[in-house]
């Protein structure tokens, strides 16, 4: 069974240009949810899309919108980039049921310079 | 609010000695608690959860954790550490329960382990 795709690995971008990842969650799982992990701020809860809706959203700026496809596939972007948004951006995904873990995928880096 | 506290940010031990990662939740709802694993540059695999079953659970590796109600606790041991099991450990709670996607996640603790 093949897990959390995440695409690209990494990532380098300029300040000011915009950035969309993609993250292809297990066959089956409907709820995708995006964190982001830096050194100074830990893991932290972007939003999460339950069959094509927005089901939550952390407390992050406009400039980070997500979007969940009718294949549960997820994207997010990021919009004028800035230094602070490097970090490593983690994709889960979840079945139905509370017993169900949330499995992560490899996490995209990205740097912005 | 639900809130992870992990005591300790860095752990050291010898190898083939016990393990014990701290971790204090705050939950306004019964609790689902996990324990994730990080080795460098790859992404978090989970250990073990609780979802309100057996208050002692056991996950992969040789990992086990005790809910603890009354002292609202959910430490990670495991009892003879390993050279492999050095990495980054993070406890998270479930916010709101059982049906969310989001998890609220601890600072994280770096296990150390020395030959």
Not at chain 1, 64 to 75: A, K, L, T, W
């Amino acid at each position: 069974k093949a897990g959390v795709t995440q695409t690209p690995r990494y990532l380098i971008k300029t300040r000011g240009q915009q950035v969309t990842l993609s993250c292809s969650p297990i066959s089956g799982h409907r709820s995708v949810s995006w964190y982001q992990q830096t050194p100074g701020q830990g893991l932290q809860f972007l939003f999460e899309y339950f069959s094509e809706t927005q089901r939550n959203k952390g407390n992050f700026p406009g400039r980070f919108s997500g979007r969940q496809f009718s294949n549960s596939r997820s994207e997010m972007n990021v919009s004028t980039l800035e230094l602070g948004d490097s970090a490593l951006y983690l994709c889960a995904s979840r079945g139905q049921g509370y017993n169900y873990g949330y499995t992560f995928g490899s996490g995209t880096r990205l740097t912005v310079v | 609010a639900q809130s992870v506290t992990q005591l300790g940010s860095h752990v050291s031990v010898s190898e083939g000695a016990l393990v014990l990662l701290r971790c204090n939740y705050s939950s306004s709802v019964p609790p689902y608690l996990f324990w994730y694993v990080q080795y460098p540059n790859q992404g978090l695999q989970l250990l073990l959860k609780y979802t309100s079953a057996a208050t002692l659970v056991k996950g992969i590796n040789g990992f086990e954790a005790e809910f603890k109600k009354s002292e609202t606790s959910f430490h990670l041991t495991k009892p003879s550490a390993h050279m492999s099991d050095a990495a980054e450990y993070f406890c998270a709670v479930s916010d709101g329960g059982g049906n969310t996607g989001k998890l609220i996640f601890g600072q994280g603790t770096t296990l150390q382990v020395k030959p």
